[in-house]
Nanobody, 118 residues
């Protein structure tokens, strides 16, 4: 089991910035990658960014160059630095962690609201 708790969301004006944080606990050693997803009202949850255990990162095209994901393995934390935010970035952001024991399994945080006003 892996538990994930997000923090750092809130309301920001268009063009502003926010940094989301996520702390993991539980079976940390089994985590293959950690990442962020988001879900806007009326839309499906979508991938935003991830960082694997080797430090390799991957981003959604629409956030490339504006969002930066990083991981502090010593603190069991992952961060999402977001700059130049736009109203279309408004969503509930979920921290995720994939473990691979017998098979891949994706754990989710409870989600945190990010609202970008125009």
């Amino acid at each position: 089991q892996v538990q994930l708790v997000e923090s750092g969301g809130g309301l920001v004006q268009s063009g502003g910035s926010l940094t989301l944080s996520c702390v993991a606990s539980g079976r940390i050693a089994s985590i293959n990658f950690m990442g962020w997803y988001r879900q806007a009202p009326g839309k499906q949850r979508e991938f935003v960014a991830k960082v694997d255990k080797n430090g390799d990162t991957r981003y959604r095209d629409s956030v490339e160059g504006r969002f930066t994901i990083s991981r502090d393995r010593a603190k069991n934390m992952v961060y999402l630095q977001m700059i130049d935010l736009a109203p279309e970035d408004t969503a509930i952001y979920f921290c995720a962690a994939e473990t691979v024991v017998l098979a891949p399994y994706l754990y989710w945080g409870q989600g945190i609201q990010v609202t970008v006003s125009s």
